[in-house]
């Protein structure tokens, strides 16, 4: 009895230990975790602020809206836009599902600890009340040796304490139980509004594809004629060589600080590209060549190099048909530096992988990746379309290095 006693009362004091010790640890965590969260934020901010002034000078040095793709622009971004939203109400659905199965499993973990100290305080009483065990009024008038009785009577309190701790556990258990059924009633009302939001975005998205297709036809005949001016493919091309520059100047001032004035690596407008190749460069990125997968599995339709179909220009990357709404991945692990459309390119994504290295994805129907977010290689960040009034399904997809485009077939898997 008095072993197990000991254990139950030594169980009971490291089991008030623990909890006080996590407690302290969390507000310390939670203390840090606050101050990174708030820098990162004030970073991610400057970023998109940054980015979003080098958008608005492009467009004031742009010509008069007088190209058709343009009036697709509002249409096409509220449709990545209404996706890029659905694709989050998935996360958080999927993300509150995983926490319903977490509080369940909880829950189930108290019923079984709740059961194991029942039994537990059923055993103690047993054996003082049913095992024949005194209490302490008698051991004191039953005229045995006194320093016996002491010892007894000295138990005889550890055990009443450990029955005490045992009951406070157990109404701690019962508060906890209680706390967790109200949160899972909470996460099943969030899913709810979830669900009804998906509702919502879907009904908008199928609204505006409506209103992308009544454009198209209105315009179908100016932008095929503009497709084909080469002066209309040279300025796309010109415009995101501009893009990639000015990204590069942002990345150079956040490594080196607003006072350098530290330009970027150098990307020129017009590269001379078919010559270009990163060569033996070092870093992650450069390690993955000859191993990078294709951002999307479909048929290769312009190749670095040849001729457009438009005539009057070279592909500056590959363009890849597939079906619409097929999901892009990204090459590699890296930084979303742009995240928009841009006349020519349409939904376009760029990710920094480091290094001076940029994958560039154009075309598409949606993005699912917002600026300054990390991105995992073969995570997928956009989908497949045809936006800013690309006539084929499909993704344009560029590497770059130091702002010079490089065959991106070189360095994929075979």
Known sequence: MKWETGNVTRRAHVSRFTFHVFFLASLLVSAAFAASVDSKKGELQDLKGRIEALRRDMAAAEESKTYAADQLRETESAISNANRRLHELGAERTDLKSQLAELDAQSQRLDRQTGMQQN?????????????????????????????????????????????????????????????????????????????????????????????????????????????????????????????????????????????????????????????DPGNVGGAFAALRGQLRLPVKGTIAGRFGSPRAEGGASWKGVFIRAAEGVEVKAVAGGAVVFADWLRGFGNLLIIDHGDDFLSVYGNNESLLAAVGASVKGGESVATVGNSGGNPDSGLYFELRHRGQPFDPLKWARN
């Open 120 to 276: 537990q305080l059923a055993r103690l009483l047993n054996r003082q009340f049913v095992g024949g065990d005194s209490d302490a009024l008698k051991l004191l008038l039953s005229g045995h040796d006194p320093n016996q009785a002491a010892r007894d009577k000295y138990f005889l309190t550890k055990l009443s304490r450990s029955k005490a701790d045992l009951i406070q556990q157990l109404h701690a258990v019962a508060d906890e139980k209680k706390r967790l059924a109200d949160a899972a009633r909470e996460r099943q009302a969030q899913l709810a509004e979830i669900e009804r939001r998906q509702q919502e975005s879907r009904a908008q998205l199928l609204e505006r594809k409506k209103q992308r297709l009544t454009t198209l036809a209105a315009i179908a005949d100016r932008l095929k004629a503009q497709r084909r001016e080469i002066s209309t493919l040279r300025r796309d091309e010109q415009r995101l060589g501009r893009l990639i520059e000015g990204l590069a100047r942002i990345a150079a001032k956040k490594k080196s600080g607003p006072k350098t004035g530290a330009r970027g690596p150098a990307a020129a407008t017009s590269p001379k590209v078919k010559s270009h």
